[in-house]
């Protein structure tokens, strides 16, 4: 059974946050497979020194990685997440990242969040359960 789709809206961005949007995307993708446990270390190595973002930064920096990315836009959501939280850490912030599932029917899903509030998603605060965030440090 296949799950009905579309993609995101995609906009044109300028040549410097087109750059590196790419490189974050890039960067993302083998990231994306590797194991949890060392998903988390990196994640948690890369964030460090970062300020929390705010909303309007997370979501900046999630619509500049569907820009550049069919996988983003579409079905990629762990590749989307991580790609757009070192996004926002080259801008110089950290949002919360998140990876959990809802169990009826079951998904998996990754996502970014400010203050407990999903950015960018279609779905409501706890539809899924985390299982996995990676917080900015105080």
Not at 71 to 92: H, T, V
Request: net charge positive.
């Amino acid at each position: 059974m296949s799950v009905p789709m579309s993609l995101e809206h995609q906009s044109r961005l300028p040549v410097g946050r087109r750059l590196l949007a790419l490189l974050a995307v890039g960067v993302a993708r083998p990231l994306a497979g590797l194991r949890p446990r060392r998903l988390r270390k990196v994640l948690e190595f890369v964030r460090r020194g970062a300020p929390p973002a705010t909303a309007q930064q997370a979501l900046s920096a999630r619509e500049a990685v569907v820009a550049v990315s069919l996988r983003c836009a579409g079905q990629g959501c762990l590749q989307r997440s991580i790609a757009a939280s070192l996004y926002c850490r080259a801008r110089g912030s950290w949002p919360t990242w998140c990876t959990g599932v809802r169990t009826n029917p079951f998904a998996a899903h990754a996502w970014i969040q400010v203050d407990g509030q999903p950015i960018g998603e279609h779905h409501p605060t706890g539809y899924y359960r985390p299982l996995l965030t990676i917080p900015p440090v105080p």
